[in-house]
């Protein structure tokens, strides 16, 4: 439906309306997915410099009866203008602690399990109590749940988040500043959170060893995690020659393709404690 004529600019397309239509389905369809147990959470591994395992990421996922599998790019960003958010993600946190207590009955022991946070969710005024009751019910370690938050969080909040991260902090939960490097990177930052652990975007991963900046930039970067005294991760492993460079330098943990993909809660019992590659 383009309407070029004289003038006129055209603004839709039939793939942009496309587009619109399904976004507005999914908004529509995304607030009784929830209650009718269509979001599931898929885990992946991450390892450490050894090959021990040292725990998981829950990634969310939404299972429509008839749409199929939607991936959290597209629909997390509308649960958070939706306002679902604070909801789902508290669901998460829940699903999260009661999967780590049943993989510790079947000999995963002392795993870490992180869960990616939206800054809505941080926001809210009783995020930590939430927190606190849900560690309480599920008998869940605190030591053993890894918070995962961005730069953007930083970007408008105040010094409330601040505050409210250093309560984490003191409950003992796991701090990790995500996609380390793409953001609005301010040394500053790094200097005033309370953190754990840095997790090096993917996207500057994918091009060490072919691209000399990147190469020089995720070597610099770890160099400077550790120099801070924080942990850091490497998300988006898929290459054995990605794995050597990073072991050379001295990362202490490794999550991508190449190591696991994420799966079912059902499989990680035949996931091995060590992974001889690593
Ligand atoms: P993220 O936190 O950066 O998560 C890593 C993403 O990279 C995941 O995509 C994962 O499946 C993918 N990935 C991992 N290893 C590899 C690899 O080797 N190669 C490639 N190409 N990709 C890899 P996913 O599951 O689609 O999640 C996308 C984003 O959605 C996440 O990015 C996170 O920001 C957000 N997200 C996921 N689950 C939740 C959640 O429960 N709550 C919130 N607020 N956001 C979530
Ligand atoms: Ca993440
Ligand atoms: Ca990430
Ligand atoms: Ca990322």
């Known amino acids: 439906a383009k309407a070029a004529g004289g003038n006129q600019v ?38 450490e410099a050894e090959g021990r395992l040292r725990g998981f990421e829950a990634l969310l996922r939404w299972q429509h009866p008839q749409l199929g599998l939607i991936l959290p790019a597209e629909f997390i960003p509308l649960a958070e203008q939706g306002g679902q958010i604070v909801e789902i993600g508290e669901w998460v946190i829940r699903e999260v602690c009661g999967m780590w207590g049943r993989v510790r009955d079947k000999g995963h022991m002392d795993l870490i399990v992180s869960v990616n946070l939206s800054p809505l969710q941080l926001a809210a005024n009783d995020f930590v109590e939430a927190l606190q009751r849900i560690l309480i019910e599920t008998s869940m370690p605190a030591e053993c749940l890894e918070i995962e938050i961005t730069e953007s969080i930083l970007i408008d909040s105040g010094k409330r988040i601040y505050n409210v991260l250093e309560q984490l902090r003191e409950m003992g939960i796991r701090i990790a500043l995500d996609d380390f490097g793409v953001g609005y ?7 005033r959170l309370p953190l754990h652990t840095l997790k090096i975007d993917r996207s500057f991963v994918q091009h060490i060893g072919e691209q000399h900046a990147e190469t020089a930039i995720v070597r610099s970067m770890i160099a400077l995690v550790h120099e801070l005294g924080f942990q850091v991760v490497a998300e988006g492993v898929e290459s054995a020659e990605q794995l050597a460079l990073l072991k ?9 393709y190449l190591l696991g993909k994420p ?3 059902e499989a990680i019992g035949a996931l091995p404690v060590t992974l001889e590659s690593v």
Not at 15 to 44: C, G, I, V, W
Request: glycine letters at 4%; hydrophobic letters at 35%; aromatic letters at 12%.
């Open 10 to 47: 055209a603004i839709y397309t039939e793939e942009d309306a496309a587009q619109l239509h399904r976004t507005e389905e999914l908004r529509t369809l995304l607030r009784s997915a929830p209650a009718d147990n269509e979001l599931m959470l898929y885990y992946q591994p991450v390892y």
């Open 185 to 191: 990177a301010s040394l500053t930052y790094l200097r």
């Open 248 to 256: 050379q330098w001295g990362c202490d943990c490794y999550q991508g």
């Open 263 to 265: 799966m079912k809660e």
